[in-house]
C-alpha cells in the first residue's frame, strides 16, 4: 500500500496528558499537510511542510500543539496537555509539488478522544 | 473572507435514484473546485477537479458542473448505490496566501437506503 499511513488510528487518553501522532506521507510527495476534523464539519488545517520546513500553522494549532518532519518524509502531530476540545479526527495529507492540479491524498485519521 | 457553503447538510435517497449536491463559493481570486468523498472513519478522496474553463466534468455516475460567474458548482450522482453513503466535501483553491490555499465546505451527508 503506497498511500498515507497514520498511526495510531485511535487514541484514547486521559485529560493534561501527552499524545503524539505519525503520518507517513507518500514517499515522492515534498509537500504535507495536518488537518483537524470534528463531526459534521470539513477538515480544518492546522499546518504544512514543504520537505522538512515548516512553511505556515494556523491560529488553531495553538502552543500545546507542535508538528515536526525532521527529515522530509515521516511527520509527527504532538498535543500536550490534552484538553476534551482536542477531541477529534487529526487528518495528515500529502501532494506533490505540482500541488495546483494534484489533489490531496489523505491518511484515514487518527480519532483522538480525550476523557 | 473566503467561505464554501454546501447544501443540503444531509440528504437520504433511495438506491438508483439520482441526486443533486450544492456547492457556492466566495473565494477569491479562483484557481480550482474540487469534490471530495469521505467515507465514514476514513480519509477524504478526490473524485473530481473544476478549473475556471470547465464547466462539466464526469468521473463514471459522478458529474460535476461548475459556473465561475455565479460561483456555484454541483455534483450530480446518477443512479445511487449503497456504496455512494458518505460525506462529499466541496474544496476551493486559491492562488494567493502561503501553503493553506483551500477552504473546505462542511459537506453533505449522502445516505443511500434500500
Same mark, same amino acid.
Request: aromatic share 8%; charged share 20%.
Given at each position: 500500500?503506497? !498511500?498515507?499511513?497514520?498511526?495510531?488510528?485511535?487514541?484514547?487518553?486521559?485529560?493534561?496528558?501527552?499524545?503524539?501522532?505519525?503520518?507517513? #506521507?507518500?514517499? &515522492?510527495? /515534498?509537500?504535507?499537510?495536518?488537518?483537524?476534523?470534528?463531526? !459534521?464539519? !470539513? #477538515? &480544518?488545517?492546522?499546518?504544512?511542510?514543504? /520537505?522538512?520546513?515548516?512553511?505556515?500553522?494556523?491560529?488553531?494549532?495553538?502552543?500545546?500543539?507542535?508538528?515536526?518532519? #525532521?527529515?522530509?518524509?515521516?511527520?509527527?502531530? &504532538?498535543?500536550?496537555?490534552?484538553?476534551?476540545?482536542?477531541?477529534?479526527?487529526?487528518?495528515?495529507?500529502?501532494?506533490?509539488?505540482?500541488?495546483?492540479?494534484? #489533489?490531496?491524498?489523505? !491518511? /484515514?485519521?487518527?480519532?483522538?478522544?480525550?476523557? | %473572507?473566503?467561505?464554501? +457553503?454546501?447544501?443540503?447538510?444531509?440528504?437520504?435517497?433511495? +438506491?438508483? %435514484?439520482?441526486?443533486?449536491?450544492?456547492?457556492?463559493?466566495?473565494?477569491?481570486?479562483?484557481?480550482?473546485?474540487?469534490?471530495?468523498?469521505?467515507?465514514?472513519?476514513?480519509?477524504?478522496?478526490?473524485?473530481?477537479?473544476?478549473?475556471?474553463? +470547465?464547466?462539466?466534468?464526469?468521473?463514471?455516475?459522478?458529474?460535476?458542473?461548475?459556473?465561475?460567474?455565479?460561483?456555484?458548482?454541483?455534483?450530480?450522482?446518477?443512479?445511487?448505490?449503497?456504496?455512494?453513503?458518505?460525506?462529499?466535501?466541496?474544496?476551493?483553491?486559491?492562488?494567493?496566501?502561503?501553503?493553506? %490555499?483551500?477552504?473546505?465546505?462542511?459537506?453533505?451527508?449522502? %445516505?443511500? +437506503?434500500?
Amino acid at each position: 500500500d503506497t !498511500g498515507v499511513s497514520q498511526n495510531p488510528r485511535h487514541k484514547i487518553t486521559k485529560r493534561g496528558q501527552n499524545v503524539t501522532f505519525r503520518c507517513d #506521507p507518500i514517499s &515522492e510527495h /515534498n509537500r504535507l499537510y495536518w488537518y483537524r476534523q470534528t463531526l !459534521g464539519q !470539513g #477538515p &480544518e488545517f492546522l499546518t504544512y511542510f514543504q /520537505n522538512e520546513a515548516q512553511l505556515e500553522k494556523s491560529r488553531l494549532l495553538s502552543d500545546r500543539f507542535s508538528a515536526e518532519r #525532521p527529515k522530509g518524509s515521516f511527520s509527527t502531530l &504532538e498535543i500536550q496537555r490534552t484538553e476534551q476540545g482536542d477531541s477529534a479526527m487529526y487528518l495528515c495529507a500529502s501532494s506533490p509539488d505540482r500541488e495546483m492540479d494534484s #489533489p490531496l491524498h489523505f !491518511g /484515514n485519521g487518527t480519532r483522538l478522544t480525550v476523557t | %473572507k473566503n467561505q464554501v +457553503e454546501q447544501s443540503p447538510q444531509s440528504l437520504i435517497i433511495l +438506491e438508483g %435514484k439520482n441526486c443533486t449536491l450544492q456547492c457556492n463559493y466566495t473565494v477569491s481570486p479562483f484557481s480550482n473546485l474540487r469534490w471530495y468523498k469521505q467515507d465514514t472513519g476514513r480519509g477524504p478522496v478526490s473524485l473530481t477537479i473544476m478549473t475556471f474553463s +470547465e464547466n462539466t466534468k464526469s468521473n463514471g455516475r459522478y458529474t460535476a458542473t461548475l459556473d465561475a460567474d455565479t460561483k456555484q458548482s454541483s455534483l450530480h450522482i446518477t443512479a445511487s448505490q449503497l456504496s455512494d453513503s458518505a460525506s462529499y466535501i466541496c474544496v476551493v483553491r486559491t492562488d494567493t496566501g502561503g501553503g493553506n %490555499k483551500l477552504t473546505f465546505g462542511t459537506g453533505t451527508q449522502l %445516505k443511500v +437506503e434500500l
